[in-house]
């Protein structure tokens, strides 16, 4: 997704990029955590956002990467840090320097997720940057206010399949059936029904992240 900028100034592009951590020199968090930094005028502040009350985990296990102080916010479960950093650790200083990042999401099982917005060259480059062992992908991230486009007969096929109970518990008729009334093959049918629900499944999981992020900023992070 292309978001054309002012006249005269590079086109960009929201991308989210999904990688192990470690390449960033993290190692997997204690809980599911979204990350931004914020630059001042001789230091840094990351500023951290997890579940209520998993706060001094997520500030020992950020210990090690700073001398600096880490501050949890006061409250019986509170949910945002912000540790300074005098300096970087030097992958964290590289990916500021490659593109603009929104912000970045850990996981206990190792991935991280980057939600960047910059021109498509320098995403690509930041993209070649990490690139190991196909281990890094990117896609386009959609503005929250905009919703998915399915094609007619995505959507024809995936209305065909709650209307007929395929999404219940259990299902109420298989892909076979479901194939054999719309005339077409159960290889067809699933790829239809794959292309339709990862959009819609991708477009959910992408906006969670965000109004989560957005709600710890309205909130003071």
């Not at 479960?77 to 005098?86: D, G, N, Q, V, Y």
């Not at 065909?160 to 479901?178: M, S």
């Not at 049918?189 to 959009?199: A, I």
Request: hydrophobic share 45%; aromatic share 6%; glycine share 6%.
């Amino acid at each position: 997704m292309v978001a054309v900028a002012a006249a005269g100034s590079v086109p960009v592009v929201a991308r989210r990029v999904d990688f192990p951590c470690s390449l960033l020199g993290f190692t997997p968090p204690p809980c599911n955590v979204q990350l931004t930094f914020l630059p001042l005028a001789d230091h840094w502040i990351l500023v951290g956002l997890s579940a209520p009350g998993r706060s001094a985990q997520l500030a020992r296990w950020l210990q090690p990467h700073t001398r600096g102080e880490i501050n949890v916010d006061p409250g019986l479960s509170p949910k945002i840090l912000r540790a300074r950093f005098e300096t970087l650790p030097a992958p964290w200083a590289r990916m500021l320097a490659d593109v603009f990042v929104i912000f970045l999401e850990l996981t206990p099982e190792g991935t991280a997720s980057v939600f960047i917005e910059d021109s498509q060259e320098r995403v690509d480059l930041f993209v070649a940057s990490l690139q190991v062992d196909d281990k890094v992908s990117q896609r386009d991230v959609l503005p929250a206010n905009e919703s998915i486009e399915l094609t007619a007969r995505q959507l024809e096929v995936l209305a065909l399949a709650v209307a007929l109970g395929y999404y219940e518990t259990p299902h109420k008729l298989n892909l076979r059936e479901i194939a054999e009334k719309l005339k077409i093959s159960v290889g067809g049918l699933s790829e239809l029904l794959r292309r339709g629900e990862s959009l819609i499944i991708t477009h959910y999981i992408d906006s969670l992240s965000r109004s989560r992020w957005h709600e710890a900023t309205d909130l003071g992070a």
